[in-house]
């Protein structure tokens, strides 16, 4: 079965949202196979987020990342990727609203940055964040 590494940002962790949205992940078919919650460091959040280093919203981004606990999940469902990136909506919250109003982004996020959820893009880095967060997990 296909995996993806979905986390719930500090925002919604902060606003006691972690549960309900696990929930709807199952609700939509998602089999959560880890799931860890914890602190980013600095460090940590840069090395998470290095393809967008050098960007202007880096470290902004860090900082948010950093302000709080987040829960780390292993979701499993045939094309998981693709699938969970759909349930997330838009980067941009804003859009999310706009676009697609059921989203978890449209319904948990703020706005261009604390936008409630992450989802790997693609197999590559479904597999590197795997292994950042679970390093000992194994998949069939
Ligand atoms: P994620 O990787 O968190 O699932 P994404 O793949 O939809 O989100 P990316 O382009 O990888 O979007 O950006 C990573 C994160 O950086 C976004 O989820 C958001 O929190 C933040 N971000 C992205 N673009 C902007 C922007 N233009 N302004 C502010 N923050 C941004
Ligand atoms: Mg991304």
Redesign the pocket.
Known sequence: MDCTLAMIKPDAVAAGKASEIQQLAEMHGFLIIAKRQLQLTTRLAEDF?AE?KGKA?FN??VEFMTSGPIVALVLSKAGAIRAWRELMGP?NVFDARLKAPKSLRALYGSD??R?AT??S?YPQSAAREIKFYFPNLQLA
């Open positions: 987020y967008h919203f902004g981004l980067t261009g940055t936008n992450h989802g893009d």
